[in-house]
């Protein structure tokens, strides 16, 4: 069992930065796939960024170039570094978890944590 917790939300003004963490239970090294998603009232939860065990990052278009998703596997943490931030970043954060590529990038991770809200004036 891998517990997640993120932290880092805030309210930020657009242009601002934000820099999230997702601090695991246990040894990351065992959980394989990582990535951040969010989800707004009413629509589906989004992909964000993926990174696997090696730091292989990958990340949806609308993100792209802003944000930057690492790990450190000795700290058992998962980041997300999140620059020129819009309104519409507005969401709830979540970090998920899975031995399996494929689960975390369909949505469908074997752990995930409890949110933490960023929120994006203009």
């Known amino acids: 069992q891998v517990q997640l917790a993120e932290s880092g939300g805030g309210s930020v003004q657009a242009g601002g930065s934000l820099r999230l963490s997702c601090a695991a239970s246990?040894?990351?090294?065992?959980?394989?796939?990582m990535g951040w998603f969010r989800q707004t009232p009413g629509n589906e939860r989004e992909g964000v960024a993926f990174i696997g065990f090696n730091g292989g990052a990958t990340y949806a278009d609308s993100v792209k170039d802003r944000f930057t998703i690492s790990r450190d596997n000795a700290k058992n943490t998962l980041y997300l570094q999140m620059n020129s931030l819009k309104p519409e970043d507005t969401a709830m954060y979540y970090c998920?978890?899975?031995?399996?590529?494929?689960?975390?990038?369909?949505?469908?991770?074997?752990?995930w944590g409890q949110g933490t809200q960023v929120t994006v004036s203009s």
């Open positions: 998920a978890a899975d031995v399996r590529r494929e689960n975390v990038v369909a949505g469908l991770p074997l752990y």
């Open positions: 246990k040894y990351i090294r065992s959980v394989y796939y």
